[in-house]
């Protein structure tokens, strides 16, 4: 009895091991993504399974099992508040998951088990999809496979030695191995082929798009600098020509109009605004941006696109200030081109509204600087002037350009301006422009990117949300509107060469965005063009890329009704096909070990010992030994391994037999004649 | 086992000298559960090998020299009426026995052949209603002249179907003929040779016998062979499917004579031209003759 329980513990402790060890690397990626007691959750039952296996506990009773999944259910309920939408179902699914190891024993369970882990394990994907999430869940399969592989060898085994009980490891994921490079043709296949439809195929739900990172729709002082600390890509940016000059680049976003204390805003929508006339001059630059998902409308532009069906992407429009906005909010990576002037002159004419506009202020607020303003005025001072005057005072006096600014008092402008003297982007920007608007001459602020990053491995620009800048435009008589930025009177470094050389106080910037650590900094930039690459290819391979490659494959338009059509038959096709070879023998005229027979015959004959139809294989082996004197032990043992593999009894583990049909394998290929 | 197996074939060659091949055969037969035919011509130590068998079995050995005139109930038993109990009372022939040998099988008029091949097929005797079971192992050990001597009625087809195994003895090499000559004759061997094995440890190999394995691969080559012989032009009937059977059972005896645990084609090969040389005629020499079995093997791909 001893006896068999040990054995048993041998057999079902490859799968155990093998669920166990590919369920962690799911639960792993999941810690990134749901509650940490989900995977918590995981670790505690996984160990009980593992204890229970290997000290021949007993399981647990319905009586603790029963409650025990009550608790996950309501545990899930009260910290997702729903058991649907995708957090709360995946947790769901999770916690399920770790509670059945605990009545995971029959070879049924674990085939149960594992294809519920299969699921979780691709379930990971609707949260992240990087190469490397990829890659892990890529080994995460391969382990489930193996599992599954034990699972059906195992209850064939008899007592084995530990040392087998480990090489059995290693042949088990081997065969796990082989079988997924053996899908991967099809998964190709089906990659390319399988039509991709506008939108998402079924609506994830809205919960998904919680936690993206990038500029909102009005600013206020600190949310952009809370921005500058992530590390998180915005877009990647490829240019036809050269790159233009880092103090050029200038990304437009949002532009906002609306003062309100602290908060600045888009210009509504109720009365429409006239669109700003646009002339450029000299070349545009163009260029291809992958804009990372941000829940938004906006599409990031070099300053400033050219407007015209032809150059910008489909379903978008732009506003009057210049600014493009896509119908749909940006919930998938998307790719888009632009084509953009650095010189040009904006709206040469000023209606009587967008004055108003532009000049609009709260009443009674910040009264140091509309005193100051109202010096200015009655200097009689030129708005080209005025500007000046702003920003010598940014130039000349001890500004500050910093991310960790002090918090600013009831009057946030004066207090900036006349007392703390410390500020990142916005709030040089948002003062400003208040300055200005106080002083009379119309200004707005705009958000966006500024700089970017040149990776030299495939000469592309990476701008991350470390980059988002705020800026000011002024109007100015005969010059339309004109791009000012205070912070580059502060900081000229920031926009000459980037945020991290502006910032001395750099511990707060993301480590990536700092200046020292080249080594590391050099593979960032590696790693991030595989990502470009894979972000490009694999991800944003979307139905437009498909048909055109498809174009390009047979020459001809073809439909994604059509792909699918054509899709489907040629796997039902295919279906009947192996259907068909399976039913009847043809496909398999010859075992494996027979093959590796037939080459040992080839061989032999070419040293002139045939081996006639009706002789045995222990008696052809006989006679080739009598022939090839030197080489007859080898022959020997094959002759006696191969007839023992075609006429003995099989040994019940398949492992065994894989290892047999090795040594033959091998035997052969070493045979020299 | 195979330890055994090769202290009985040791054994009896001591006494039948040089004839392993026959031994074996023999043996294989045996372990297989059937009964075995030897032809040849007398003298040539028939009698001998089966006495000796059953001897190194450690069997209990019965003869019956077969005659004209041997009626059915000299080799069965009678039932008598007893006076003093006024009842009819069973007096059990020779076959009574483990090993009975039928000394010139084919000397006895077919009456008393069947009756003998009844039983050997049944191993058990009816008279007069009553049903007696032979003891166990059973089987006979036939002798037969070849049916070209006189006065003999020649064993039909159906009855030599029964048999499991036949096999001729042949004469012996010189050295071994030599080395008989030396010596006083078999017989008086025979008198001093001690078992080597019981009943019980026969009926105990007999059944492991069952055991060794038989693959797919070679049951696709005896399928192969009895297709063979039931197309081909060569033989006037194919083999049935007891001799397919008596095929599988005597490899699977030689395999373990061999010390194997599965059967191999060469197994096959080995038993074959034994197990179904009296079971194929000819249809050109209308005899089972050896020849044609080689014919056979060299036509049939492994």
């Known amino acids: 009895m001893t006896n068999k329980a040990g054995t048993q513990t041998n057999l079902s402790m490859h799968a155990i091991i093998w669920l166990l060890l590919s369920l962690s690397i799911t639960f792993t990626l999941y810690a990134f993504n749901l509650e940490n007691w989900v995977p918590a959750c995981f670790v505690v039952f996984a160990i009980w399974r593992y204890l229970i296996e290997k000290n021949n506990w007993s399981y647990p009773t319905l009586w603790l099992r029963f409650p025990l999944t009550i608790a996950g259910g309501l545990a899930v309920l009260l910290t997702y508040g729903s058991l649907f939408g995708r957090d709360a179902s995946v947790a769901l699914l999770a916690v399920m998951i770790s509670m059945k190891l605990l009545e995971t024993r029959t070879k049924r369970d674990f085939i149960v088990m594992v294809i519920l882990s299969y699921f979780l394990t691709v379930n990971i994907l609707l949260f992240t999809q990087a190469i490397w999430v990829f890659l892990a869940v890529l080994l995460a399969l391969t382990g489930l496979t193996a599992c599954l592989i034990s699972v059906s060898h195992q209850s064939m085994q008899t007592n084995i030695s530990t040392q087998v009980w480990k090489n059995h490891f290693k042949v088990q994921v081997k065969l796990a191995g082989k079988l997924l490079l053996q899908a991967t043709p099809i998964m190709l296949v089906l990659f390319v082929l399988f039509p991709r439809i506008p939108g998402p195929i079924w609506g994830i739900p809205q919960d998904s798009y919680s936690g993206m990172t990038g500029l909102s729709d009005s600013m206020e002082p600190g949310n952009i600098s809370q921005l500058s600390l992530s590390s998180k890509i915005a877009f990647r940016v490829e240019f036809k020509s050269a790159i233009p000059a880092n103090n050029q680049l200038y990304w437009r976003g949002p532009v906002l109009w609306h003062q309100e204390g602290r908060r600045w805003q888009m210009a509504s929508d109720r009365i429409p605004l006239p669109m700003e006339t646009l002339q450029t001059s000299g070349s545009a630059t163009d260029y291809t941006i992958t804009l990372e998902p941000h829940n938004r409308n906006w599409l990031l532009m070099l300053d400033l696109p050219e407007i015209s069906a032809s150059t910008l992407p489909a379903e978008a429009r732009v506003k009057h200030d210049m600014q493009v906005l896509s119908k749909e909010p940006i919930r998938t990576r998307i790719r888009y081109q632009g084509s953009s002037y650095l010189q040009y002159k904006l709206g040469a004419e000023l209606s009587e509204h967008e004055r108003t506009l532009a000049l609009q202020l709260i009443e009674d607020e910040n009264p140091k600087t509309r005193q100051l303003a109202a010096q200015w005025i009655s200097e009689k001072k030129s708005p080209t002037a005025m500007v000046e005057a702003a920003l010598k005072m940014f130039r000349e006096q001890e500004f500050v350009y910093t991310l960790a600014p002090p918090r600013l008092g009831k009057e946030p402008v004066d207090d900036f301006l006349f007392n703390t003297k410390r500020g990142f982007c916005e709030h040089y920007a948002s003062s400003f422009v208040y300055l200005m608007r106080a002083a009379g001459v119309p200004a707005r602020i705009v958000t966006g990117y500024q700089g970017g990053e040149i990776n030299p491995n495939g000469n592309y620009l990476i701008v991350r949300q470390s980059d988002a800048h705020a800026w000011a435009e002024v109007w100015l008589q005969d010059r339309g509107w004109v791009r000012v930025d205070p912070t580059s009177a502060v900081s000229p470094d920031r926009i000459e060469m980037g945020i991290g050389a502006a910032l001395t106080d750099s511990d707060l910037l993301p480590l990536l965005s700092r200046q020292d650590y080249p080594m590391l900094k050099h593979l960032y930039m590696n790693w991030d063009a595989v990502n470009n690459g894979w972000n490009q290819w694999v991800l944003g391979y979307d139905q437009a890329k498909q048909l055109a490659l498809l174009k390009k494959l047979i020459n001809k338009d073809i439909a994604w009704e059509d792909i699918g059509l054509i899709l489907v038959v040629s796997m039902i096709a295919l279906m009947l096909f192996v259907s068909y070879l399976l039913l009847s023998n043809k496909g398999m005229v010859l075992n494996p070990s027979n093959r590796i027979y037939q080459q040992f015959l080839k061989k032999l004959a070419k040293a002139g010992v045939t081996k006639l139809k009706h002789e045995g294989a222990i008696s052809f082996g006989q006679r080739a030994a009598k022939t090839l004197p030197n080489q007859a032990s080898e022959i020997l043992e094959i002759s006696a391994l191969y007839s023992s593999m075609q006429y003995a009894k099989q040994a019940n583990s398949k492992i065994t037999n894989i290892q047999s049909l090795n040594l033959l394998k091998q035997l052969v290929n070493n045979l020299k004649v | ?302």
């Not at chain 2, 645990?261 to 079971?279: K, T």
């Open chain 2, 1 to 302: 086992m195979k330890k055994i197996t090769d202290a009985i074939i040791a054994k009896t060659s001591e006494v039948i000298l040089g004839k392993q091949q026959q031994i074996k055969l023999a043996l294989a037969c045996i372990l297989a559960k059937g009964h075995l035919l030897i032809e040849d011509l007398p003298g040539m130590g028939k009698t001998t090998l089966a006495h000796t068998l059953a001897q190194v079995l450690g069997l209990q050995f019965q003869r019956v020299q077969f005659t004209s005139d041997l009626l059915p109930a000299d080799v069965l038993g009678v039932s008598v009426y007893d006076r003093n109990t006024a009842n009819f009372k069973f007096h059990p022939g020779p076959i009574f026995t483990n090993v009975l040998l039928a000394d010139e099988i084919n000397r006895a008029t077919p009456k008393t052949q069947s009756a003998l091949l009844e039983v050997m097929e049944e191993a058990q005797v009816t008279i007069d209603a009553v049903t007696y079971t032979l003891p166990q192992p059973f089987f006979v050990i036939a002798t037969q002249n070849p049916s070209s001597q006189i006065g003999t009625f020649a064993l039909p087809e159906s009855q030599l179907d029964r048999f499991l195994m036949r096999i001729t003895i042949n004469y012996p090499d010189a050295a071994s003929e030599r080395q008989l000559l030396q010596s006083n004759g078999g017989r008086e061997q025979l008198a001093k040779l001690s078992p080597v094995i019981d009943a019980t440890q026969l009926q105990a190999l007999q059944s492991a016998c069952h055991d060794i394995h038989v693959s797919d691969a070679l049951l696709d080559y005896l399928q192969a062979i009895l297709k063979y012989t039931r197309q081909s032009a060569q033989f006037n009937a194919g083999l049935s499917p007891r001799a397919g059977l008596s095929l599988k059972q005597c490899a699977q005896a030689w395999a373990m004579l061999d010390g194997r645990d599965h059967v191999i084609p060469e197994d096959i090969q080995s038993i074959l031209p034994s197990v179904a040389g009296h079971r194929l005629v000819s249809n050109i020499t209308l005899t089972g003759s050896v020849d044609n079995i080689a014919q056979l093997l060299k036509s049939v791909a492994v």
